[in-house]
């Protein structure tokens, strides 16, 4: 599976997701989710997903609108 496909697919089953889109030329991750969702659990998301894809994953920037 591909980094990017992966990445989505285990965000997009987390609880509180309601979108998550990732543009292929900028190689950015957008998501929409609950008020609940933060940056906390998006970091131990990656942590999981890193585990399962033998890869780091890291957040090198979050921002909310």
């Given at each position: 599976m591909g980094c990017p496909d992966a990445i989505v697919q285990h965000l997009a089953g987390?609880?509180?997701?309601?979108?998550?889109?990732?543009?292929?030329?900028?190689?950015?991750?957008?998501?929409?989710?609950e008020d609940d969702f933060g940056k906390e659990i998006l970091k131990r998301a990656l942590i999981d997903v890193s585990l399962q894809e033998k890869r780091e994953f890291t957040l090198s920037r979050y921002e909310e609108i």
């Open positions: 987390l609880q509180g997701v309601k979108n998550i889109d990732f543009d292929i030329k900028s190689r950015m991750f957008s998501m929409e989710a």
